[in-house]
């Protein structure tokens, strides 16, 4: 639809009762095909390490806090279903230990992966191997924007969120709305 001469994207909504009904037009720019290779998602070698979060357990309060003492977050996750987030500092030094995470398996790096050219793990091991390490070092403002969904998504709007870790490289963080078949969103985060 169009609003004033500008291309809109329409959404209603309205409460079951029928007690209030909403109307957004959100104004759009209409990107041509040559222009759409500049927005895909950049391509990522296999990860490393996958853990899905249960939903109970949120990383923001944690990177909240972590940020407020230091600029980098250092994340220590393993294929056995632990993740480490810590801080160093001439300081302080602090860890938060979550573990209980579930492995993800099917999308993880394979030793074998010819196509993971630019992965730098030393060892390579196998997809199923639990004893996969990965260790990244993030900007905690990053790490924290990536996370603001944790506040702001009504309970039960989100169904699992996965955390993918690349070394060197970058983590991703991918969230699952629920129902499932609303969709997803993605972020990229680069490490250093």
């Known amino acids: ?32 095909a040559q222009e759409w290779q500049n927005h895909l998602p950049p391509i990522v070698n296999t990860p490393d390490v996958q853990l899905e979060f249960q939903l109970d357990r949120p990383l923001r309060s944690v990177v909240e806090r972590l940020k407020s003492i230091s600029p980098i977050i250092y994340l220590d996750g393993s294929m056995t279903g632990e993740l480490v987030l810590r801080i160093d500092s001439e300081n302080v030094a602090i860890r938060t230990f979550y573990d209980k995470l579930i492995p993800r398996f099917d999308d993880a790096h394979d030793g074998d992966d010819d ?14 191997d639990p004893s996969r390490k990965c260790t990244l070092k993030i900007e905690s403002k990053k790490l924290s924007a990536s996370l603001q969904w944790q506040s702001s998504m009504l309970r039960g709007s989100v169904s699992s969120y996965i ?10 963080v991918h969230v699952v709305l629920n129902p499932e078949d609303v969709g997803f969103f993605t972020y990229y985060i680069p490490v250093h």
Do not use: F
Not at 115 to 128: F, K, W
């Open 163 to 172: 955390i993918c870790m690349i070394e060197n490289e970058m983590m991703v």
């Open 1 to 32: 639809a169009k609003r004033g001469g500008l291309p809109c994207l329409c959404l209603d909504s309205s409460c079951a009762d029928g007690s209030l009904d909403v109307h957004h037009a959100v104004p759009v720019r209409i990107l041509r």
């Open 115 to 128: 196509n993971n050219t630019n992965n730098n793990n030393h060892n390579p091991q196998p997809r199923n």
